[in-house]
């Protein structure tokens, strides 16, 4: 059932976020959303942390890469580097078109990389998240079960 499926949007751009929701959601995704403007809010609310509420799974993350801070790579790092965090799904939605930032995210087992600044390439990401949920099984916690 795809509406399990929480969207975490790590974006500091109230902007950019405003429209990868509106776009998603005229797309027909009407998964509950997230948003996170730093690296570090972003890892607080997957770990429950700093008075935010637990992220449930199944989710998965719209990360940017030019946040303050805690930028996207070294939230990427962590979160790679954490036992209950290093399975997340991530897929990058950056303005950099950089091919260092783009082989970097990859290294550290991105699903994807969207450069939001092309455009038309939010809605193909929306209708590829369309199917996406549809079809992908996500790991879901229950209790007793281990990872």
Same mark, same amino acid.
């Given at each position: 059932?795809?509406?399990?499926?929480?969207?975490?949007?790590?974006?500091?751009?109230?902007?950019?976020?405003?429209?990868?929701?509106?776009?998603?959601?005229?797309?027909?995704?009407?998964?509950?959303?997230?948003?996170?403007?730093?690296?570090?809010?972003?890892?607080?609310?997957?770990?429950?942390?700093?008075?935010?509420?637990?992220?449930?799974?199944?989710?998965?993350? *719209?990360? +940017? /890469?030019?946040?303050?801070?805690?930028?996207? !790579?070294?939230?990427?790092?962590?979160?790679?580097?954490? %036992?209950? $965090?290093?399975?997340?799904?991530?897929?990058?939605?950056?303005?950099?078109?950089?091919?260092?930032?783009?082989?970097?995210?990859?290294?550290?087992?991105?699903?994807?990389?969207?450069?939001?600044?092309?455009?038309?390439? *939010?809605? +193909? /990401?929306?209708?590829?998240?369309?199917?996406? !949920?549809?079809?992908?099984?996500?790991?879901?916690?229950? %209790?007793? $079960?281990?990872?």
């Amino acid at each position: 059932m795809t509406n399990a499926v929480h969207i975490l949007i790590v974006q500091d751009d109230a902007i950019d976020v405003e429209i990868i929701m509106r776009i998603f959601q005229d797309e027909g995704i009407d998964n509950p959303f997230t948003v996170a403007s730093t690296g570090q809010e972003a890892l607080n609310i997957l770990r429950g942390e700093g008075g935010y509420p637990r992220l449930p799974r199944p989710y998965l993350i *719209l990360l +940017d /890469l030019g946040l303050p801070g805690l930028n996207g !790579l070294e939230f990427l790092k962590l979160v790679r580097a954490d %036992p209950e $965090l290093k399975g997340s799904i991530v897929f990058v939605v950056s303005g950099s078109e950089r091919r260092e930032d783009q082989a970097a995210a990859y290294d550290l087992y991105i699903a994807g990389y969207v450069i939001n600044s092309v455009s038309n390439k *939010l809605q +193909d /990401l929306a209708e590829m998240f369309k199917h996406y !949920l549809h079809t992908v099984e996500f790991p879901v916690e229950e %209790p007793g $079960l281990t990872r």
